[in-house]
């Protein structure tokens, strides 16, 4: 079990490939021997259980706060919530034992963060140099050609640019202590 959990996030606006990213760097990493945990934040409430199950029923006709389900092989908390909690509370309370999470999204939370950019989708990247966590973006792949960022930037088109950024974000991650 690991002493410390390293934590990054990959942010982006909608369509630009957070997910596609976030899934090769958890494979490249589990590939090297890495315990990986993800954390996915939602802007629109999830979608985790269906009107009628005997959990959904727990909930809203018992007015359980949590219902935990086991079955062979998987385990899901479902939670009501006052507010949301931010990343590193998270990774700590529910990923202890593993080597490094990949958090989707918390573009407000500061936390080491790699944007993807796809131009065909946005105008814009979230980058600004005025944002107030300005200082925890680290790298950010693209298929805009013209960057000038103060940070590496990887297209989508090079051939290595995984192994790169998985060192990156390995080096750069929030190492939270136990």
Known sequence: MADSIRLVSVVGKKNSGKTTLIVALASEYARRGRVVGTLKHGTHPAKLDQE???????????SAERVLIESSGHRALIQRLQEEEDPITLARRYMLGTDIVIAEGFTKHPIPKIEVYRRDAHAEPHYIDTHPHADQWFAMVT????????????????????????????????????
């Open 52 to 62: 009628g199950t005997d959990t959904w029923r727990h909930m809203h006709e018992g």
């Open 143 to 178: 298929d805009h050609s013209a960057t000038n960022y103060p940070f590496p930037t990887f297209q989508f088109t090079d051939t290595m640019w995984l192994v790169t950024l998985s060192k990156l974000a390995w080096d750069r991650a929030l190492i939270i202590e136990d």
